[in-house]
C-alpha cells in the first residue's frame, strides 16, 4: 500500500509565529490593494445593467467602445469576456449618472443599440442582459454580510455544543481568518465580487470548518488518550495523524475545482478561484491558525474541561496548563495504548 | 449474512426509487410558436430535473409598486392586486408553468423559463389592468352560429380528431333540442371541428373546453375566418382558471356581449365578507356616482341576466345572476363557496378599480444558448474532476479505493435523484456545487480508510480493525457535514434562486454522500471480508 506522510512527525506549531507572519503580510498586501483599488461588486450589489453579447466574428474592442461613447454610455465598461467574439458591457449606477430603477433598462436597450451601430444590426445575439435597481443592490449587500456574520455565530454554537467552547472560538477564529484572507484573495485578483461569489465564500467557511474540526476531533480523542502529554505535543500529534486524510481529500477536491476553473467557463471561474484558493487558506488555517490559537486560548483560560473531563466527568484530574515554550520540538510517538473501552 | 442480505436490500431500494426518479418521461411544455404567434402545446422526453432560468434561458423579473408618481400607502395589498393581475396575463405567454410570487411582503417574483424578449415581458406586465362587466350571450346567439363556425372551418381543410367526434357531440347538446343541435348531431359524418369540442356550461353562454385542449381552441377562435362568423355584438373570453368536473380539468369559454356595462374606473371600494344572516359568502362593491348612474340602468335592463367579471380579457370566477337593479353599492353573492374565494374576487375588483403600477427592480435575461453551453461546460468539467477522483482513489487505496469509486457512483445517483424527487431546481452555482461535492464526498471514505489502516498498523486483526475504523471515523464525519449543512442553510435563506440552487445541491450532496460513503462503503467490505475469510492483508 502506498502511505503518504504514515508516522509523520512534523513539529508543525513550532512555526506559528512564521506562520502568523506570512498571513498577515498577505492580508496587509490584500488589504492595500483593497483600498487602492475597492471591492470589484457585480452589478447584483451597485446595481445597474450588464450585458453580454456574443458577435460570432471578431470585433475591435475600439469600436464597440466608440459606440458607447457616441450614444452616451461614458461610463460603461466594457471588456471581452471568455472569447475574442464575446463582450460584456457593464454600467454600474454611479454617482455621475443619476438612474433610478427604470434607468437601468433604458441603459440595457441604450447597449443594444452600441451594438447595432458598432457590430450591425442582427449580426450579434444577446446572450444575457441584466439591469438590477439600486434597491434591490443595497438589500443583497445586507444580506450578504448578515449571511457570513450568522454563520459564525451558527458554528460557535454547535462547536460549543459539540466540543467545548475553547475549540469552538478556535475554530472561529481560524475561520474569520479564511474570510478575510479570502477577501484579501479577491481583492488581489481584482475578481468582480457577485453574490455566488459571495456563496463561494461561505462555502470555503464551511470546508475550513470541516477541517478543522476533522483535527479538533482527533485533539479531542487523543486528549482523552494520552493524558501525560501537553496540548502542544497533543495538537502536533494530532495534526500529523490526520496529514494523510488531508492530503488525500484536499487532493480529490483541488482536483474537482481546477475542472470547474479551467472548464466550467466564464461565468463560474470567479467561483472556482475563489474556491481553489479558499482549499489553500482552509488547509493552512486549520493547522497553523486554529490549533495555535486553541492553545493560546488554553494558556490564557485554562479550563479543566479543556482536556475533555466534561465529557469523561471527574476519572483523571486535570493536568496542569501547558507550559509557555516547550523543549522538546517534536512530538514523540507516544506508546501504542488499546484506545480507552469507555464509549 | 441475514444482515447482508438486509443491507443489499436498502441499497436496491434506494437504487430503484432513484431510477425511477431519473427516468426520462414526457413532459408537455408550452412553448410560444413564433410563426403563428400562439402558444402551442410539445411533448419533450426529457429527465425531470427542473433547471433553473440560468441554464435553460429565460426571463427573471422583480418588480415592485411604482411609489415614484406618489406614495402608495399600503403596499402589502398593492402588490397582491398586481400578483392576480400578472397572474391573469400569464397565459399570454405560453411559458410552461411560469412563476409568480410574492417575495417578501412587497415584491412580486417572475421567471419566465424559454422566453428570449424582455421587451415584450415588460409591456404585458407592466400594462394597466382593466376590469370590465359584461353581459353572457342569453340568446345563445353564439350556440346558433357554430354549424356557420364548423363549416367555415371544413372549408378551410381543418380535420376534427376523428376519435373524439361523435360522442362529444352527442354530450355537447345531450337533451338539447336547439336546432343547431339537431343540425350538427345529424351531420354526424363529419361533425363540426369546433363543435365537438365544446361542451355545454351550466350557464348561457358558458361552454367548456377540455384543459389539454384549449390551445387548440384557442387557435381556432382567433382564425380571421371564424372570427368573422361570430355574430355581430359578440366575442369570445377565456375563463381565468382552469376548473375540475369531476376527474377532468376544464376552461371555460363565454360568449359575451361586446359592450361592456361598466369598467373599472368607476369602481371606489370592494370588500369580502360573510353575511352574519344567510352565512353566504359576498363581495361587497362601491360605485362612485357617475357609474352608479350607469350601473343602475343597465342593470334594470338585465335582471336575470348574468354578468360576467373581465379583468384584462379574461373571466373571473363563474359569472353571477343579476338579480335586481344595483345602484351605487351591490353585493355579489357566492352561497355557499368559502370566503377564500370571495376575497379572491374581491381583490380582482380591488385590481381593475387601482391598478398598480410596478416598476421593474431587477431584470435578467439569459439566452437558451448560453444556457446550453453552460451546462455542456459544467457537464465537461464533472467528468474531468470524476476521473481525476477515481484515478486518486484507486490508485491510492486499490481495491479499497474501487468499493469508494463503486459508492461515488451511487453518490452522484442518489444527488440526481434527490433532485428530482423533490423537484428542487438546479442552477449552474448549483451544478458547480455538484461537481465540487463529488470532491468532496470522498472525505467520509479517506477518513474512514486512514482510520482501518492505523487500527491496522497497531496490531489489530482485518475484521476488528474495519469495524473500528467505520465507528472511530464517526465522530468526526458526522460533525464536519453538519458543520457543512449549517452554513449551507443560512445560504439557502439568504440567497437569490442560483445561490439557493447551490445551496440546496451542496445539502442533499452531503446527505447522499453519507449514505454512500458509510452505509453502501460498509456493506461492500462486509461482502469482500465474508467472501475471502482467509484474507490477511487487506488491499487499502
Same mark, same amino acid.
Given at each position: 500500500?502506498?502511505?503518504?506522510?504514515?508516522?509523520?512527525?512534523?513539529?508543525?506549531?513550532?512555526?506559528?509565529?512564521?506562520?502568523?507572519?506570512?498571513?498577515?503580510?498577505?492580508?496587509?498586501?490584500?488589504?492595500?490593494?483593497?483600498?487602492?483599488?475597492?471591492?470589484?461588486?457585480?452589478?447584483?450589489?451597485?446595481?445597474?445593467?450588464?450585458?453580454?453579447?456574443?458577435?460570432?466574428?471578431?470585433?475591435?474592442?475600439?469600436?464597440?467602445?466608440?459606440?458607447?461613447?457616441?450614444?452616451?454610455?461614458?461610463?460603461?465598461?466594457?471588456?471581452?469576456?471568455?472569447?475574442?467574439?464575446?463582450?460584456?458591457?457593464?454600467?454600474?449606477?454611479?454617482?455621475?449618472? %443619476?438612474?433610478?430603477?427604470?434607468?437601468?433598462?433604458?441603459? +440595457?436597450?441604450? #447597449? =443594444?443599440? *452600441?451594438? /447595432?451601430?458598432?457590430?450591425? &444590426?442582427?449580426?450579434?445575439?444577446?446572450?444575457?442582459?441584466?439591469?438590477?435597481?439600486?434597491?434591490?443592490?443595497?438589500?443583497?449587500?445586507?444580506?450578504?454580510?448578515?449571511?457570513?456574520?450568522?454563520?459564525?455565530?451558527?458554528?460557535?454554537?454547535?462547536? %460549543?455544543?459539540?466540543?467545548?467552547?475553547?475549540?469552538?472560538? +478556535?475554530?472561529? #477564529? =481560524?475561520? *474569520?481568518? /479564511?474570510?478575510?484572507?479570502? &477577501?484579501?484573495?479577491?481583492?488581489?485578483?481584482?475578481?468582480?465580487?457577485?453574490?455566488?461569489?459571495?456563496?463561494?465564500?461561505?462555502?470555503?467557511?464551511?470546508?475550513?470548518?470541516?477541517?478543522?474540526?476533522?483535527?479538533?476531533?482527533?485533539?479531542?480523542?487523543?486528549?482523552?488518550?494520552?493524558?501525560?502529554?501537553?496540548?502542544?505535543?497533543?495538537?502536533?500529534?494530532?495534526?500529523?495523524?490526520?496529514?494523510?486524510?488531508?492530503?488525500?481529500?484536499?487532493?480529490?477536491?483541488?482536483?474537482?475545482?481546477?475542472?470547474?476553473?479551467?472548464?466550467?467557463?466564464?461565468?463560474?471561474?470567479?467561483?472556482?478561484?475563489?474556491?481553489?484558493?479558499?482549499?489553500?487558506?482552509?488547509?493552512?488555517?486549520?493547522?497553523?491558525?486554529?490549533?495555535?490559537?486553541?492553545?493560546?486560548?488554553?494558556?490564557?483560560?485554562?479550563?479543566?474541561?479543556?482536556?475533555?473531563?466534561?465529557?469523561?466527568?471527574?476519572?483523571?484530574?486535570?493536568?496542569?496548563?501547558?507550559?509557555?515554550?516547550?523543549?522538546?520540538?517534536?512530538?514523540?510517538?507516544?506508546?501504542?495504548?488499546?484506545?480507552?473501552?469507555?464509549? | 449474512?441475514?444482515?447482508?442480505?438486509?443491507?443489499?436490500?436498502?441499497?436496491?431500494?434506494?437504487?430503484?426509487?432513484?431510477?425511477?426518479?431519473?427516468?426520462?418521461?414526457?413532459?408537455?411544455?408550452?412553448?410560444?410558436?413564433?410563426?403563428?404567434?400562439?402558444?402551442?402545446?410539445?411533448?419533450?422526453?426529457?429527465?425531470?430535473?427542473?433547471?433553473?432560468?440560468?441554464?435553460?434561458?429565460?426571463?427573471?423579473?422583480?418588480?415592485?409598486?411604482?411609489?415614484?408618481?406618489?406614495?402608495?400607502?399600503?403596499?402589502?395589498?398593492?402588490?397582491?392586486?398586481?400578483?392576480?393581475?400578472?397572474?391573469?396575463?400569464?397565459?399570454?405567454?405560453?411559458?410552461?408553468?411560469?412563476?409568480?410570487?410574492?417575495?417578501?411582503?412587497?415584491?412580486?417574483?417572475?421567471?419566465?423559463?424559454?422566453?428570449?424578449?424582455?421587451?415584450?415581458?415588460?409591456?404585458?406586465?407592466?400594462?394597466?389592468?382593466?376590469?370590465?362587466?359584461?353581459?353572457?350571450?342569453?340568446?345563445?346567439?353564439?350556440?346558433?352560429?357554430?354549424?356557420?363556425?364548423?363549416?367555415?372551418?371544413?372549408?378551410?381543410?381543418?380535420?376534427?380528431?376523428?376519435?373524439?367526434?361523435?360522442?362529444?357531440?352527442?354530450?355537447?347538446?345531450?337533451?338539447?333540442?336547439?336546432?343547431?343541435?339537431?343540425?350538427?348531431?345529424?351531420?354526424?359524418?363529419?361533425?363540426?371541428?369546433?363543435?365537438?369540442?365544446?361542451?355545454?356550461?351550466?350557464?348561457?353562454?358558458?361552454?367548456?373546453?377540455?384543459?389539454?385542449?384549449?390551445?387548440?381552441?384557442?387557435?381556432?377562435?382567433?382564425?380571421?375566418?371564424?372570427?368573422?362568423?361570430?355574430?355581430?355584438?359578440?366575442?369570445?373570453?377565456?375563463?381565468?382558471?382552469?376548473?375540475?368536473?369531476?376527474?377532468?380539468?376544464?376552461?371555460?369559454?363565454?360568449?359575451?356581449?361586446?359592450?361592456?356595462?361598466?369598467?373599472?374606473?368607476?369602481?371606489?371600494?370592494?370588500?369580502?365578507?360573510?353575511?352574519?344572516?344567510?352565512?353566504?359568502?359576498?363581495?361587497?362593491?362601491?360605485?362612485?356616482?357617475?357609474?352608479?348612474?350607469?350601473?343602475?340602468?343597465?342593470?334594470?335592463?338585465?335582471?336575470?341576466?348574468?354578468?360576467?367579471?373581465?379583468?384584462?380579457?379574461?373571466?373571473?370566477?363563474?359569472?353571477?345572476?343579476?338579480?335586481?337593479?344595483?345602484?351605487?353599492?351591490?353585493?355579489?353573492?357566492?352561497?355557499?363557496?368559502?370566503?377564500?374565494?370571495?376575497?379572491?374576487?374581491?381583490?380582482?375588483?380591488?385590481?381593475?378599480?387601482?391598478?398598480?403600477?410596478?416598476?421593474?427592480?431587477?431584470?435578467?435575461?439569459?439566452?437558451?444558448?448560453?444556457?446550453?453551453?453552460?451546462?455542456?461546460?459544467?457537464?465537461?468539467?464533472?467528468?474531468?474532476?470524476?476521473?481525476?477522483?477515481?484515478?486518486?482513489?484507486?490508485?491510492?487505496?486499490?481495491?479499497?479505493?474501487?468499493?469508494?469509486?463503486?459508492?461515488?457512483?451511487?453518490?452522484?445517483?442518489?444527488?440526481?435523484?434527490?433532485?428530482?424527487?423533490?423537484?428542487?431546481?438546479?442552477?449552474?452555482?448549483?451544478?458547480?456545487?455538484?461537481?465540487?461535492?463529488?470532491?468532496?464526498?470522498?472525505?467520509?471514505?479517506?477518513?474512514?480508510?486512514?482510520?482501518?489502516?492505523?487500527?491496522?498498523?497497531?496490531?489489530?486483526?482485518?475484521?476488528?480493525?474495519?469495524?473500528?475504523?467505520?465507528?472511530?471515523?464517526?465522530?468526526?464525519?458526522?460533525?464536519?457535514?453538519?458543520?457543512?449543512?449549517?452554513?449551507?442553510?443560512?445560504?439557502?435563506?439568504?440567497?437569490?434562486?442560483?445561490?439557493?440552487?447551490?445551496?440546496?445541491?451542496?445539502?442533499?450532496?452531503?446527505?447522499?454522500?453519507?449514505?454512500?460513503?458509510?452505509?453502501?462503503?460498509?456493506?461492500?467490505?462486509?461482502?469482500?471480508?465474508?467472501?475471502?475469510?482467509?484474507?490477511?492483508?487487506?488491499?487499502?
Amino acid at each position: 500500500m502506498i502511505r503518504l506522510f504514515a508516522n509523520a512527525q512534523y513539529d508543525f506549531i513550532k512555526w506559528r509565529r512564521f506562520a502568523f507572519s506570512l498571513t498577515g503580510a498577505i492580508m496587509l498586501v490584500g488589504l492595500g490593494f483593497l483600498v487602492t483599488r475597492g471591492v470589484n461588486y457585480s452589478i447584483e450589489f451597485t446595481g445597474g445593467t450588464q450585458v453580454q453579447v456574443e458577435a460570432g466574428h471578431k470585433v475591435p474592442i475600439a469600436n464597440i467602445r466608440a459606440a458607447l461613447d457616441n450614444i452616451g454610455l461614458t461610463h460603461a465598461d466594457i471588456k471581452n469576456f471568455g472569447s475574442d467574439t464575446s463582450f460584456m458591457v457593464t454600467a454600474r449606477i454611479g454617482a455621475e449618472s %443619476a438612474e433610478g430603477e427604470a434607468g437601468t433598462q433604458a441603459v +440595457a436597450s441604450a #447597449v =443594444a443599440r *452600441a451594438f /447595432d451601430q458598432s457590430v450591425g &444590426v442582427g449580426q450579434y445575439r444577446i446572450d444575457r442582459r441584466e439591469a438590477v435597481g439600486p434597491k434591490v443592490g443595497r438589500e443583497l449587500q445586507g444580506k450578504a454580510l448578515i449571511a457570513i456574520l450568522f454563520s459564525f455565530v451558527v458554528t460557535l454554537i454547535y462547536l %460549543a455544543v459539540r466540543f467545548e467552547w475553547r475549540f469552538g472560538l +478556535a475554530a472561529v #477564529v =481560524a475561520t *474569520a481568518h /479564511d474570510v478575510v484572507a479570502t &477577501v484579501a484573495f479577491i481583492s488581489v485578483m481584482h475578481l468582480e465580487v457577485s453574490l455566488v461569489v459571495v456563496g463561494a465564500v461561505l462555502t470555503v467557511v464551511g470546508y475550513s470548518l470541516n477541517d478543522t474540526i476533522i483535527i479538533f476531533d482527533r485533539v479531542r480523542e487523543n486528549l482523552r488518550k494520552y493524558r501525560r502529554q501537553n496540548l502542544y505535543e497533543i495538537l502536533n500529534l494530532s495534526i500529523n495523524e490526520t496529514l494523510p486524510r488531508s492530503v488525500l481529500t484536499h487532493g480529490t477536491t483541488i482536483a474537482t475545482t481546477l475542472a470547474l476553473l479551467l472548464l466550467a467557463g466564464e461565468v463560474i471561474r470567479p467561483f472556482a478561484w475563489v474556491m481553489s484558493f479558499g482549499i489553500f487558506t482552509g488547509t493552512f488555517s486549520s493547522i497553523y491558525i486554529a490549533a495555535p490559537v486553541l492553545l493560546w486560548i488554553e494558556k490564557r483560560w485554562p479550563g479543566e474541561d479543556a482536556r475533555g473531563a466534561r465529557t469523561f466527568g471527574s476519572r483523571a484530574p486535570a493536568t496542569p496548563p501547558v507550559s509557555g515554550s516547550p523543549v522538546t520540538p517534536p512530538a514523540p510517538q507516544p506508546p501504542p495504548r488499546a484506545p480507552q473501552p469507555a464509549r | 449474512m441475514g444482515k447482508i442480505r438486509q443491507r443489499l436490500y436498502v441499497i436496491l431500494g434506494l437504487v430503484v426509487v432513484s431510477i425511477i426518479a431519473l427516468v426520462p418521461r414526457n413532459t408537455k411544455e408550452r412553448v410560444f410558436d413564433k410563426q403563428t404567434g400562439q402558444p402551442k402545446d410539445t411533448v419533450v422526453r426529457r429527465v425531470p430535473i427542473n433547471l433553473g432560468l440560468d441554464l435553460r434561458g429565460g426571463i427573471y423579473l422583480a418588480l415592485e409598486v411604482d411609489q415614484t408618481k406618489g406614495p402608495v400607502p399600503d403596499c402589502a395589498d398593492a402588490i397582491q392586486r398586481a400578483e392576480r393581475v400578472v397572474r391573469t396575463r400569464m397565459d399570454e405567454f405560453g411559458t410552461k408553468e411560469p412563476v409568480v410570487q410574492i417575495q417578501g411582503r412587497c415584491r412580486l417574483i417572475v421567471e419566465l423559463a424559454g422566453e428570449q424578449d424582455p421587451a415584450r415581458a415588460r409591456s404585458v406586465i407592466q400594462r394597466t389592468a382593466f376590469l370590465e362587466f359584461r353581459i353572457t350571450d342569453m340568446k345563445s346567439l353564439f350556440k346558433d352560429a357554430l354549424p356557420q363556425i364548423d363549416a367555415a372551418l371544413k372549408k378551410a381543410g381543418i380535420k376534427s380528431r376523428s376519435n373524439a367526434a361523435p360522442s362529444a357531440v352527442a354530450q355537447l347538446f345531450g337533451g338539447d333540442t336547439t336546432k343547431a343541435g339537431r343540425d350538427s348531431a345529424a351531420d354526424a359524418n363529419s361533425p363540426g371541428v369546433l363543435s365537438s369540442l365544446l361542451f355545454q356550461g351550466q350557464l348561457p353562454g358558458e361552454y367548456l373546453v377540455p384543459e389539454e385542449q384549449w390551445p387548440l381552441v384557442d387557435s381556432l377562435i382567433n382564425r380571421a375566418d371564424v372570427q368573422s362568423t361570430i355574430p355581430r355584438g359578440l366575442e369570445l373570453r377565456w375563463g381565468a382558471q382552469a376548473e375540475s368536473r369531476g376527474a377532468k380539468a376544464y376552461r371555460a369559454l363565454y360568449a359575451v356581449d361586446a359592450r361592456s356595462i361598466i369598467t373599472g374606473e368607476y369602481l371606489v371600494k370592494a370588500v369580502a365578507r360573510r353575511d352574519p344572516v344567510t352565512n353566504q359568502s359576498i363581495v361587497a362593491f362601491q360605485l362612485n356616482h357617475r357609474g352608479a348612474r350607469k350601473f343602475s340602468d343597465e342593470t334594470a335592463r338585465h335582471i336575470n341576466d348574468y354578468m360576467a367579471i373581465i379583468l384584462d380579457g379574461r373571466v373571473q370566477g363563474q359569472p353571477p345572476v343579476i338579480r335586481s337593479q344595483i345602484g351605487a353599492n351591490g353585493q355579489i353573492e357566492l352561497g355557499t363557496k368559502p370566503l377564500q374565494e370571495a376575497s379572491d374576487l374581491a381583490l380582482v375588483l380591488r385590481a381593475g378599480a387601482l391598478p398598480a403600477p410596478l416598476a421593474i427592480v431587477d431584470e435578467r435575461t439569459i439566452s437558451g444558448t448560453l444556457g446550453a453551453d453552460s451546462i455542456h461546460d459544467g457537464v465537461l468539467a464533472g467528468i474531468v474532476g470524476v476521473v481525476l477522483v477515481v484515478v486518486i482513489m484507486i490508485g491510492y487505496y486499490r481495491v479499497s479505493g474501487a468499493l469508494a469509486v463503486a459508492a461515488l457512483t451511487l453518490y452522484c445517483l442518489f444527488t440526481l435523484a434527490g433532485l428530482a424527487l423533490f423537484g428542487f431546481t438546479l442552477t449552474l452555482p448549483g451544478l458547480a456545487g455538484f461537481v465540487l461535492s463529488i470532491g468532496i464526498a470522498v472525505d467520509a471514505n479517506v477518513l474512514i480508510f486512514e482510520r482501518i489502516r492505523e487500527e491496522l498498523v497497531h496490531g489489530k486483526s482485518l475484521r476488528l480493525a474495519v469495524d473500528d475504523g467505520f465507528l472511530h471515523a464517526m465522530n468526526a464525519i458526522v460533525d464536519s457535514n453538519v458543520s457543512t449543512i449549517l452554513t449551507a442553510l443560512i445560504l439557502y435563506a439568504v440567497g437569490t434562486g442560483p445561490v439557493q440552487g447551490f445551496a440546496i445541491t451542496l445539502i442533499i450532496g452531503i446527505i447522499a454522500s453519507m449514505i454512500s460513503a458509510i452505509f453502501v462503503v460498509k456493506t461492500l467490505f462486509l461482502i469482500w471480508l465474508n467472501r475471502r475469510p482467509d484474507m490477511v492483508t487487506l488491499s487499502i
